[in-house]
């Protein structure tokens, strides 16, 4: 806390010694009066933002609005991975879906990251504003630690429960789409099998057989037709099995 306080001292020097100024860019415990040389200052330190200070109030440029960034940005892919997968062939279907999870369950975890990131910068803002209004931190007594711990934990266990609520979700909509996946699946096979089997059964099917009937003068009187045709007794002409000689029919002569 000593440097918290080191920081304090100086931005209230700072306006001390600066009247007509209205803000100060604290970096790594260095205070400029323009934020560009502050941001310069902390170029290629991972994790650490400038801190504006006015004369009254602490302003974070926080984490968790880069990462709040980076959620929106996630969004765009996840969507582009779900019109992929709907309008995907057949066979790219489980290539492509599991493209869509891997890009939600990164979505997942920045969720949970940013939901962490808040917690974490919104009790170091509430300390730095406390130190900022008293410039020394009064010891807490032995009950409002207390409170504060269990506030801390009420936090904390609300998170958590947030977290895991959407873990369920997640899992519910996951499992859904693998459902939904192998029900297509199976239509697709039974519709491939219907084809085949219809192939197979119109294959199957017999052609017209045909047998060969010498001509008689009894076949010639009761089919004066065939004599037109030019047949004669003792000639040879087909007609389909199916058909009755016996009853004097002669079917379709071939």
Known sequence: MQKENLIAEKVKNYFESHPDATEVYEALGVLFGEKERAEKFLKGVAGRFVT????????????????????????????????????????????????????KTKLERLHVKYDKQVQIEDKDELIAKEDKETGIRKPLTADEVKVKITAQELIVAATQAIIDNKKIVAKKRKDAEKVLAKEKAKLKKLNADLVKLEAETKSEEPANEMVDVVVTQEILDMNPEMVEQGLKVGDIFQITKKADTNSGESGDIE
């Open 52 to 103: 504006t200070h006015t004369p009254t109030d602490i302003v974070f440029e926080k984490v968790s609005q880069e990462i709040r960034q980076e959620i929106i940005n996630q969004e765009h892919v996840v969507n582009a991975k779900q019109l992929a997968y709907e309008d995907a062939a057949g066979v790219d279907k489980e290539k492509v879906m599991n493209d869509w999870h891997t890009e």
